[in-house]
């Protein structure tokens, strides 16, 4: 949970096996209608936080907190 109440989701997948990168280790930012994501790739797994809000605030918390948030799952 985020400092003003709201919701943060972490999404983790394998990536795909057949060697496809589209999906790289620096975090890509998108903005679509209310909702800011970021999705990054770590080794076989693929990452995707999301909030509704603006980018700049997702950049902030998986800047900060990802590290963390990650390795409690």
């Known amino acids: 949970m985020r400092p003003d109440g709201g919701l ?3 999404v983790t997948t394998n990536a795909p096996p057949s060697g496809d990168y589209t999906v790289r280790r620096e ?7 209310e909702s800011a994501k970021a999705t990054w790739r770590e ?3 693929v990452y995707m936080l999301a909030l509704e809000g603006a980018p700049d605030q997702l950049r902030v918390i ?3 907190k990802t590290a963390r948030l990650v390795q409690r799952w």
């Open 43 to 45: 080794g076989d797994k």
């Open 62 to 64: 998986a800047h900060e």
């Open 27 to 33: 975090a890509k930012f998108v903005q679509q209608h």
């Open 8 to 10: 943060i989701h972490l």
